[in-house]
C-alpha cells in the first residue's frame, strides 16, 4: 500500500488536481484519431473532493457522435476486425501493455476526478481490473467454441450437416458510470473487442479523463484499426441518447441506475437492439446466529466503501436477533473510527461523493429516514472537522440506521451514500425472506456458523451473486449481474463474454454417398 501512496507524491486533492491536469488527455477519439469536439466546445472536470475545476474535456455534440457511430458502423462492416482473431488478441494485449506504461498516471487521475481514496485503487478500482478485464477475454479468442456441429441431421437425415456458428453482434455502445469507471470500462471493452465487436465509449460527464486516456493509448500504442474503439465525452443526455436511438447501433452496454436502464431499454425497444443492463443494487448481509461477531461488524463496514458509491455493497444488514444488540453496538463503534477525508491520503477509508448533487440527494434520503422514524447510530449527515480545502467537497459521514423495518424507503431504495440499514430476523426463514423483499436483486452476502449452512441460506436468496463467510466473487472470469430490477444479462465470464455475440446456425447437404 505504501508503494502505491506514494505513488501519487502528494499532499492534499488540491496539489493532486493541478499534475494531473497537465497530463489529462481532453480530446475525442473518433475514427482513430485524437479530435477536439465540434466547435471546440467543452465542459468542466470538477474535483469531487474540493469542488475545484481540474480542468476541460471536449463536449461532444450530436455531428461528433454521429461520425463515432459511422466510424464504428463501417469499421464492422468494410474490415476484417470481426474475422481475424489473431489481430484482436494482438491487439488487445498491446492495449493491456498501453495501460501499465501510464498505471501510476491514471492512478492518480482517478483519485482526483472520481473522488476514490488511493487504497481503493489497489483493489476494484485498478490494480483487479487491470489484471484480468483484457487478459481474460483475449484468452477466449484462442479457447472459445466458435463453432460447433449438432450431432446427427435431425429431422432431415444423415447428409444434412448442421453447424452453430457465433459471430460478433456488431456496434457496441458502452455507457459507463463514476463510480468505478475504469472497471467498469475494462469489463465491458475487454469482452466486446475480444468478441470482434467496435465499440463507441461514452463515459460518465463526470469522470471523462481516464476513458480520454483510454482513447489516446489506443491512438498511440496499439494498432486497433481506425473506427473500432471510440471515445465519446459529453455532458448532453441528447447526444449520449443517439446511441440508443440510431439503428446502426446493435448493442447498448449500459452500467448505471435502474431509472436510466428502464429509459434506455425502452427507447432501444424501437430499434430492437440488445441491450446488457447492470443497474442498481440494495444488497443484504445476512448475519445468522452463531456467526462470528468480530467477522460480522468488520463486514457492516463494506458498506461505506467508496463512500458507498457501488452497487454490490451490502447495505442492508440483516441480523439474527440474538446478536442484533452487540453487532449494533459494535458496528457503531467502528462507523465512528472509519477514517473520512482527503482521498489522497493512504489512510482514508471513505472519500467524497462524486457531485453536489449527489449529496444533495443523500442528504435528503436521510432527512426523510429521520421523519419516517429511523434512528442513527452514527452520521446522518454532513461530516465535522474537515479540513479546510475539503469544505467544498461532497462528504457525507458514515451512517447507521436502525429503528425501521425492511418496509422503509431507505431500507428499499439505493442511497449510493455511505449508509447501512441494520434490521432484526428472528430465524433463518425469516432471514431470506427480507433478503429478497427487494426489487433489487444484485447481490449479497451470508455470515454463519457453517460453510454448510452459509451455502444453504445462499442458494435461496434471489441475486445475481452471493459471498458466503468472506468468500468474494469478484473477477473476470465470474459472472456478475442480478435479477429483478437490477438488471438483465452477466458482465465477465464466459456468459459476459456470449452477450456480445450473435447466434447463426448454417445447414447444408452432403452429396449423396458421401
Known sequence: MSGVADS???????????????????????????????????YRNLSPATGLVLGDAAAASAPDMERAIGAARRAFDETSWSTDRGLRRHCLEQLQTAIESEKEDLRAELVAEVGCPVMATSDA??????TDSLRYPASLIDTFEWERTLDGGGLFGPRNVRTVVKEAAGVVAAITPSNYPIEVILNKIGPALAAGNTVILKPDPNTPW???????????????????????????????????????????????????????????????????LELGGKSALIVTD??????????????????????????????????????????????????????????????????????????????????????????????????????????????LVTGVDNSAAIAQDEVFGPVAILIPFADDDEAVRLANDSRFGLAGAVMSDTAERGMALARRVRTGAVGV????????DAPFGGYKNSGIGRQCGIEGFDQYLETKTVAGRLPRGS
Open 469 to 476: 463467510n468472506g468468500g468474494m466473487f469478484y473477477g473476470a
Open 210 to 276: 481516464n476513458a480520454a486516456r483510454l482513447g489516446r493509448l489506443v491512438a498511440e500504442k496499439t494498432d486497433i484499426p481506425p473506427g473500432v474503439f471510440n471515445v465519446v465525452t459529453t455532458p448532453d443526455n441528447d447526444v449520449a441518447g443517439l446511441l440508443v436511438d440510431d439503428p446502426r447501433v446493435d448493442l447498448i452496454s449500459f452500467t448505471g441506475s435502474t431509472a436510466v436502464g428502464r429509459i434506455l431499454m425502452q427507447r432501444a425497444a424501437a430499434t430492437m437492439k440488445r441491450t446488457f
Open 8 to 42: 501519487l507524491a502528494t499532499a492534499t486533492s488540491v496539489e493532486l488536481g493541478r499534475r494531473v491536469a497537465h497530463r489529462a488527455e481532453t480530446r475525442l477519439f473518433i475514427d482513430g484519431a485524437l479530435t477536439e469536439a465540434t466547435g471546440g466546445a467543452t
Open 290 to 399: 452463531g456467526a462470528d461477531l468480530s467477522k460480522a461488524v468488520m463486514a457492516t463496514i463494506g458498506a461505506c466503501s467508496h463512500a458507498g458509491q457501488a452497487c454490490a455493497v451490502n447495505t442492508r444488514i440483516l441480523v439474527h436477533k440474538s446478536l442484533f444488540d452487540d453487532l449494533a453496538a459494535g458496528a457503531a463503534e467502528a462507523y465512528q473510527q472509519i477514517p473520512v477525508g482527503d482521498p489522497v491520503d493512504p489512510g482514508t477509508f471513505v472519500g467524497p461523493l462524486i457531485s453536489a448533487a449527489q449529496k444533495q440527494k443523500v442528504l435528503g434520503m436521510l432527512d426523510q429516514a429521520r421523519a419516517d422514524g429511523a434512528r442513527f447510530l452514527t452520521g446522518g449527515g454532513e461530516v465535522d472537522g474537515l479540513a479546510e480545502h475539503l469544505r467544498g467537497g461532497h462528504f457525507v459521514a458514515p451512517t
Open 125 to 130: 478500482q485498478l490494480d483487479w481490473p487491470l
